[in-house]
C-alpha cells in the first residue's frame, strides 16, 4: 500500500514540477504583455495628458495586477517625498527589487533604458522611447508565445510521463 | 492720495501707518491673529522652498528663514536673498544640484511643465515660482523648451493679509471695484498686493475671476486655491490668459478679473478684447513708475484705451513698502 501511496506522490510532484515550467512561461508572456500594455498607457498619458510621473505610475498600479503592478508600486513609492528619489534613479530600484516579471536581462537593460528619458524636458522625446521599448518588449512577446505553445505543453508531459516512469521504476 | 505702509520684514508684521485695522475674510481681525497667519503661510511657503534643495544645501539654507529668494548658479556659491540684501553661502552649486530641483519641483515630470519652461519658469508647491536660465532649444524659430538648465532662482511666494485695505477705499466708487494696475520694479511685491485686493474684493461680495496662468495668485493644487483669494473667487489655472478671459467672461459673469504681470502683446489683446464687457480688470505689470510704464510700448495702446482708472505704483524701501494710488 506504502508502496502505491509512494509512486501516486512521485507522479503528483514530478506533474508539478512539469507544470510549474509550464506556468513560468505562461507568466513570462502575461508580465510581457502587461509591460507592454503599462508602457502604451504612459506614452499615451505623457503625449496627450501630460500627466505628472507620480499620478501616471498611480494609475498605472491600479490597472494591473502582479508583477507589474509591484513594479510600478515600487517605483511610486521610491518617489514618495520619505525616499525623496527622482523617476531615474526610482526606476532603477524598483527594477532591481521587482520579483517574478520573468525577464531576461535585455528586456530589463531595455526597460532600464527608459530611466534617462522618463520625465525629462518634452513630452514627445518620451512618448518615442516607450514607443521603442514596447516595440523591442512585443518583438520579445511573439517570441515567448511560440515558446510557451509549443514548450509549455512539452514540460507539462514531460513532468507527468517522466513522474509515471519513475514510478514505475522504482515500484 | 499716498499711503505710507511700513513692512516690519524681520517679524513679518504688518503695520498699517493710517489704518491699523487686519481683515481675514473680509472681518476685522487682531493684529496677532493677523501675524500668526502670515507666519504660518511663509514658514509653509520657505518649507516648500527648502524641500525642492539637494538635502546637502537644505541645512544651510534652513537658518534663513525671511529668505524672499534662493539663486543657485552651477559653478557660483549659492546665493539667498533677504529683505536687506544677498547672503552668499560657502557652497558652490552644482549641475545636479538644479537637476534635483528640477526633479523635486515638477515631480520627475518636466513634460507637465513644458508650457512654462518655455516661458522660463516653473510654479512649485505654495506657489513659490522657480526662475530658469540655460540654453534655449529652438524649433521652427520659436522656443520650445530649455536645456543645460545654468541657473535657477527660487522665489518664495508670500501672502499678506489686509494689505490692500488702506487702499480700497481709493479703488472702488459708488459702482464698486475700479480697474487698477498695480506697478512696481521687479520684486517689489505686486503679485503679493493683487492677490489681498483680490481677496479684499471678493470677502465684499463681488464675484472674481482670476486668470491665473502661471499658478501665482492662487496657487491651485488638487482643485485647491493654496492661497486664501476669497471666498467668490472662481479661478482658471494654468490657462492661455486671452482664452482664460474669454472662457470666464463667457460662463462665470465676473465684475473682476484679475491677471498677474501684464507683458505683450497678446495680454494687452486679450485686455482689450474684455473692454466693454462690465467687468473691472484687476492687473499688475512691470514698472517703476507711471513714467516708465508709459515706455512699453506693448502696454501703451492697452493705456490709452482708459480701462485702467487708477495705478498703484510700489515703492520698495528699506523702512518697507509704500504704495501710491494714482488716476489715470
Given at each position: 500500500?506504502?508502496?502505491?501511496?509512494?509512486?501516486?506522490?512521485?507522479?503528483?510532484?514530478?506533474?508539478?514540477?512539469?507544470?510549474?515550467?509550464?506556468?513560468?512561461?505562461?507568466?513570462?508572456t502575461r508580465c510581457l504583455r502587461g509591460l507592454i500594455g503599462a508602457l502604451e498607457l504612459m506614452r499615451e498619458e505623457i503625449s496627450c495628458m501630460l500627466t505628472p510621473m507620480p499620478e501616471l505610475l498611480e494609475i498605472i498600479c491600479k490597472q494591473y495586477t502582479g508583477p507589474v503592478a509591484n513594479l510600478f508600486k515600487i517605483c511610486l513609492e521610491s518617489m514618495s517625498k520619505d525616499y525623496g528619489?527622482?523617476?531615474?534613479?526610482?526606476?532603477?530600484?524598483?527594477?532591481?527589487?521587482?520579483?517574478?516579471?520573468?525577464?531576461?536581462?535585455?528586456?530589463?537593460?531595455?526597460?532600464?533604458?527608459?530611466?534617462?528619458?522618463?520625465?525629462?524636458?518634452?513630452?514627445?522625446?518620451?512618448?518615442?522611447?516607450?514607443s521603442r521599448a514596447a516595440c523591442y518588449l512585443s518583438t520579445k512577446l511573439d517570441t515567448a508565445e511560440r515558446e510557451k505553445s509549443s514548450n509549455s505543453?512539452?514540460?507539462?508531459?514531460?513532468?507527468?510521463g517522466g513522474g509515471i516512469m519513475l514510478a514505475i521504476i522504482l515500484i | 492720495m499716498c499711503f505710507d505702509i511700513s513692512t516690519k520684514r524681520a517679524d513679518e508684521a504688518v503695520i498699517f501707518a493710517d489704518m491699523p485695522s487686519y481683515y481675514l475674510f473680509g472681518q476685522e481681525i487682531?493684529?496677532?491673529?493677523?501675524?500668526?497667519?502670515?507666519?504660518?503661510?511663509?514658514t509653509?511657503?520657505?518649507?516648500?522652498?527648502?524641500?525642492?534643495?539637494p538635502p546637502r544645501l537644505r541645512s544651510r539654507v534652513s537658518d534663513y528663514k525671511h529668505a524672499e529668494e534662493i539663486r543657485i548658479r552651477t559653478g557660483r556659491k549659492v546665493s539667498i536673498v533677504l529683505p536687506d540684501g544677498e547672503k552668499r553661502l560657502s557652497e558652490n552649486a552644482l549641475p545636479s544640484d538644479i537637476n534635483y530641483i528640477l526633479d523635486s519641483a515638477t515631480k520627475s515630470s518636466m513634460h507637465s511643465s513644458s508650457e512654462s519652461l518655455k516661458n522660463g519658469y516653473i510654479t512649485a508647491d505654495g506657489g513659490n515660482r522657480i526662475g530658469l536660465c540655460g540654453s534655449a532649444i529652438i524649433k521652427n524659430g520659436v522656443v520650445s523648451g530649455l536645456r543645460n538648465i545654468s541657473s535657477v532662482c527660487i522665489r518664495i511666494a508670500k501672502e499678506v493679509?489686509?494689505?490692500?485695505?488702506?487702499?480700497?477705499?481709493?479703488?472702488?466708487?459708488?459702482?464698486?471695484?475700479?480697474?487698477?494696475?498695480?506697478?512696481?520694479?521687479?520684486?517689489?511685491?505686486?503679485?503679493?498686493?493683487?492677490?489681498?485686493?483680490?481677496?479684499?474684493?471678493?470677502?465684499?461680495?463681488?464675484?472674481v475671476a482670476i486668470a491665473d496662468e502661471r499658478s501665482e495668485i492662487a496657487a491651485m493644487k488638487d482643485a485647491y486655491a493654496q492661497f486664501d483669494v476669497g471666498s467668490t473667487t472662481d479661478i482658471m489655472d494654468s490657462c492661455p490668459r486671452s482664452e482664460a478671459i474669454a472662457f470666464m467672461l463667457r460662463a462665470m459673469s465676473p465684475r473682476v478679473i484679475v491677471m498677474d504681470e501684464l507683458y505683450g502683446e497678446d495680454d494687452c489683446n486679450a485686455l482689450i478684447s474684455a473692454i466693454g464687457c462690465g467687468a473691472s480688470v484687476f492687473a499688475t505689470a512691470h514698472a517703476s513708475d507711471k513714467n516708465d510704464l508709459l515706455l512699453r510700448k506693448s502696454l501703451v495702446p492697452l493705456l490709452q484705451t482708459g480701462i485702467f482708472r487708477k495705478i498703484v505704483c510700489i515703492k520698495k524701501e528699506k523702512s518697507g513698502r509704500s504704495y501710491q494710488v494714482e488716476s489715470l
Open positions: 500500500m506504502l508502496k502505491y501511496i509512494g509512486a501516486i506522490t512521485v507522479v503528483f510532484c514530478c506533474a508539478l514540477m512539469g507544470i510549474k515550467a509550464a506556468g513560468e512561461y505562461r507568466a513570462r528619489k527622482g523617476f531615474s534613479e526610482a526606476w532603477n530600484t524598483a527594477l532591481s527589487l521587482s520579483q517574478g516579471l520573468h525577464l531576461y536581462t535585455d528586456e530589463t537593460e531595455t526597460l532600464r533604458a527608459l530611466a534617462p528619458h522618463l520625465g525629462r524636458y518634452d513630452g514627445d522625446g518620451q512618448a518615442k522611447a516607450l505543453r512539452i514540460c507539462t508531459a514531460i513532468g507527468v | 487682531t493684529e496677532s491673529e493677523s501675524n500668526e497667519r502670515i507666519m504660518l503661510k511663509e509653509d511657503n520657505f518649507i516648500h522652498a527648502v524641500e525642492l534643495l493679509y489686509g494689505i490692500s485695505e488702506p487702499l480700497i477705499p481709493e479703488l472702488t466708487d459708488e459702482y464698486g471695484p475700479l480697474s487698477v494696475l498695480i506697478i512696481s520694479s521687479p520684486g517689489g511685491g505686486k503679485t503679493t498686493l493683487l492677490r489681498d485686493l483680490t481677496r479684499a474684493v471678493s470677502d465684499r461680495g463681488y464675484t
